[in-house]
Structure formats: C-alpha cells, structure tokens
C-alpha cells in the first residue's frame, strides 16, 4: 500500500541554520503532497502542499518540490528560528477522489538560540 | 471561524471501561475525519463521514469502536471496554471538498490503566 518515509529525528539547529528534512513517498498512482505542521500543545496544521510532479508548494518560508522520478518531497528552510521548533509530518493522499491522508512518523525539528 | 474543537482533552480510564469522545467541526464542513497517533508515530485514518454519512472505516477501527455522526454536524467517537493499546491521541479533523485541506483539532489523549 502507500506509504511515506521521513528521516528520523530529533533534528537539532542552531538559528539561522539551513534545514532540510527528508520525504519519500511510495504509492500506486499520483498522489498529491503535503507538510504538516504540530506546534507544542497544538493541533496538526497544513504547512504546505504540491498536487503535481514539479509543484513547489511554500509558505512561512519553507519549500518542498514534488520529485516524481525520485518520489520526494523533501522539506526545506534557508534560515530556522527558535518559533520553527515542532514535529513536521509529511504526508499524501492518493488520487484526485481520496480523501486519506497517510502521514509519515513525523520529523522533531529543535532550534536552539 | 472558531476552529476543530474536542472534547474532553483528556481522558484516563481503566481498562474494560467505555469512553466517548465528541468533536465538533468547522460549521459549514461537510467531511469529517478520525485519526489514531500514537506516541512517536504520524496519525492513522480511522473512519470518515460526509455529512451524516460514514463512507470509511479503516481495519484499525475494531468492532469495540463505532462513530457516529448525526445530522451531519458533531461527532462522537466510542470505544467499548477499552485495552491498554487503546491508549492514543485521537484526532478530529473536517474539511470543505478540497482534498489535503483538513483542520485538525486539539486531540484527545486517551490513556488506559
């Protein structure tokens, strides 16, 4: 079945390091991408996503791109601050009439000042 | 818009006991979602509504489990005689028709003795 694979955490910066947190992807047809997002104490926010092969999805400053021939979706940022700690989860849904999303274990990223 | 709320946020209980769970979405959300995370891990899909309907369980979501979703707006989530690998975060999330594009809430920590 489909799955996604993060690479472990914890991730450990310092500020203003450049952060790159690892995504591939398996599934049968041509899923669509996201990153989430969970704040200490909050619930799971859409960080960014991409729907298509080449798609960069960004936000807050973070970028992922759809890699079809190399089923990735790694996460990056040029520059983290201490706000950016949290738990990243990557995550897909398949097809254009899915509606499950199928998460990976989740990346602890820690900014230290 | 006062987001994915659930209730209550915590619940401990002892094993063999039954448990309810409530999550009220956005108001004018259509779908509905459940999902399971256990500690360390990315949430699991467990079961979906449109409107009232439940169009999905997932295996995970055993016969002690059942969720409802009357009138299409709050639903419920109960588990009958809990087990000690009952214990999660269970994850409310609702969303318009635009797939990946889920609001999750808060969660409910269920912890079994």
């Known amino acids: 079945g489909d799955s996604v694979t993060q690479m472990e955490g914890p991730v450990t910066l310092s500020e203003e390091a450049f952060l790159t947190i690892n995504c591939t992807y398996t599934a049968t047809g041509y899923p669509s991408l996201f990153w989430y997002v969970q704040y200490p104490g909050e619930g799971l926010q859409l960080l960014l996503k991409?729907?298509?092969?080449?798609d960069k999805g960004s936000n807050k400053g973070f970028e992922a791109t759809y890699r079809k021939e190399t089923t990735s979706f790694h996460l990056e940022k040029g520059s983290v601050q201490v706000s950016d700690s949290a738990v990243y989860f990557c995550a897909l849904i398949e097809g254009d009439s899915s509606y499950k999303l199928i998460f990976g274990s989740g990346t602890r990223l820690l900014v230290r000042p | 818009d006062t987001g994915v709320s659930q209730d209550p946020r915590h619940k401990i209980t002892k094993r063999g006991q039954n448990v309810t769970f409530r999550c009220d979405p956005i108001s004018e959300h259509n779908r509905l979602y459940w999902y399971r995370q256990t500690l360390g891990q990315g949430p699991e899909f467990l079961t979906y509504f449109q409107n009232e309907a439940q169009l999905e369980k997932s295996r995970l979501l055993s016969d002690r489990f059942s969720a409802e979703r009357p009138k299409g707006s709050f639903s419920t989530l109960e588990i009958q005689r809990t087990e000690q690998g009952d214990s999660a975060m269970y994850l409310c999330?609702?969303?318009?028709?635009?797939?990946?594009?889920?609001?999750f809430g808060p969660g409910t920590r269920l912890t079994v003795l």
């Open positions: 999330a609702s969303s318009l028709e635009e797939p990946g594009r889920e609001f």
């Open positions: 991409a729907t298509k092969a080449d």
